[in-house]
Every structure is written in structure tokens, then in C-alpha cells.
């Protein structure tokens, strides 16, 4: 099974509008981050969060951790054309030495002018 | 900074051929990684270097995947031989030092096909 589950999977929303994806991990996390993909290239790091309860914004993204460090949000506020292609969740899923990064299936975005 | 390059962007194979992939790390960066991106997947790694020793290949099918990583700094990812199921985007990813506090920084992958 799947150790880091993202939803939707996919989602088309109008320009301008706001939306939420999710990462939901079986596991505590020791730490998450969020990665953009565009068609045909490597992964572009956004941000990491580490703490529970952290919460980090870049632009007219945030990215939260709860409290109990096993689900993080990814919120884009006013969407753009430019925020479209596969937004990642990538965790370490070990913890210290043991540090492992696994990925999610990843959510596919598509903006509509 | 110069980003990871990797080298080539795309390659058609037959089954049962091999092929080879180059990847060069961000300039400094002691921890260097591969990783197998089916379509409609995430990326799931093969193999990761800590300078030029390997710290983790526990998924990479070592029957006909190898790696390796000569004097710490370019590393190259090898198919021998190929099968179908080999098609993927393979990315190549560096960090500072290995741990969650390192983020990894990918290059833009190679494409392989097998026919």
C-alpha cells in the first residue's frame, strides 16, 4: 500500500479560484516536503515543514504540518495558469539515521483561464 | 548555482539492450540520488550515494540495475539488460548532506523507452 496518500489526484479549477491538496501518511512524519513537476522536467522544490503545526507560505502558496505530523495541506490562493502541473509530497518517513524520502503519487493541477 | 544536469534528456531502447545515465550534482553536494518515475507515479528511489560509498539500494533490482558514483562527484545509472517495464523518467537528485534538513534538488531526467 501506498505509505504517503495525496488527494485529489487530480483537479481542474478556474483561474483565480482557491483549492487544497492534501498528503496523508499511515506514519508519523519526521518531516514533509512539497515539490511542483511540470510535464517532461525534474521536481522543483517549494518548501519543507517539520514541526507540527508549522505552517510556511511562498507567494500564493501554504503548506501546513498538523499537529499530530501525519497529514499536511497545500493551499494556493488565487489561482493562476502558472500554478498548473503535479504538486509532490516527499516525506522522510524513517526519522534520524534511518532518514528515508518517499514520495507520494502526486496531484495533478490544471488551471483554466 | 549551476542544477543538476543529466545527461541524455531521452532514449529508445529494445528490450534486452542496455543503456547508461549520466548525472552530474550540484557542485558541493555530498549526497547524490536516483530515482524511477513510472507515469502517473511518484518517484521511487533506486539508489543513494553518501559522497562516493552507497548508503541505500535497497529497491534497486540489482540483477540488471547497477550504479555508481566514482570519486563523489558524477554518478551514472546503467540497464543491462532492459525490459519493458523499465520505462520511466529517471531522475537524478543532489542534497547538501543526507538528512531531511538537506532538500533535494533534481535535475530535469531522462526519458527512456523500451520497445
Known amino acids: 500500500s501506498q505509505e504517503l496518500e495525496q488527494s485529489p489526484q487530480s483537479l481542474i479549477v478556474q483561474e483565480g479560484k482557491n483549492l487544497t491538496i492534501n498528503c496523508t501518511s499511515s506514519?508519523?512524519?519526521?518531516?514533509l516536503y512539497w515539490y511542483k513537476q511540470k510535464y517532461g522536467e525534474g521536481l522543483i522544490f517549494l518548501m519543507m515543514l517539520q514541526k507540527g503545526g508549522e505552517e510556511k507560505s511562498h507567494e500564493k502558496i501554504t503548506a501546513k504540518l498538523d499537529e499530530k505530523k501525519q497529514q499536511s495541506s497545500l493551499h494556493i490562493t488565487a489561482s493562476q495558469p502558472s500554478h498548473a502541473g503535479i504538486y509532490l509530497c516527499g516525506a522522510d518517513m524513517g526519522g534520524g539515521s534511518n532518514y528515508k524520502l518517499t514520495f507520494g503519487k502526486g496531484t495533478l493541477l490544471t488551471v483554466n483561464p | 548555482e549551476a542544477g543538476v544536469a543529466q545527461s541524455p534528456r531521452y532514449k529508445i531502447i529494445e528490450k534486452r539492450q542496455s543503456v547508461a545515465f549520466w548525472c552530474n550534482p550540484i557542485?558541493?553536494?555530498?549526497?547524490l540520488y536516483w530515482y524511477q518515475q513510472i507515469l502517473g507515479q511518484g518517484p521511487k528511489l533506486l539508489i543513494q550515494?553518501?559522497?562516493?560509498?552507497?548508503?541505500?539500494d535497497s529497491q534497486l533490482p540489482k540483477d540488471r540495475f547497477s550504479a555508481e558514483r566514482l570519486k563523489g562527484v558524477d554518478s551514472t545509472l546503467k540497464i543491462q539488460p532492459a525490459k519493458l517495464e523499465d520505462s520511466a523518467v529517471y531522475l537524478c537528485?543532489?542534497?547538501?548532506?543526507?538528512?531531511?534538513?538537506?532538500?533535494?534538488?533534481f535535475g530535469n531526467g531522462t526519458r527512456l523507452t523500451v520497445t
Open positions: 537528485a543532489s542534497s547538501l548532506d543526507r538528512g531531511f534538513r538537506s532538500p533535494l534538488h
Open positions: 557542485s558541493g553536494h555530498a549526497t
Open positions: 506514519k508519523t512524519l519526521y518531516g
Open positions: 550515494f553518501q559522497n562516493n560509498g552507497v548508503v541505500d
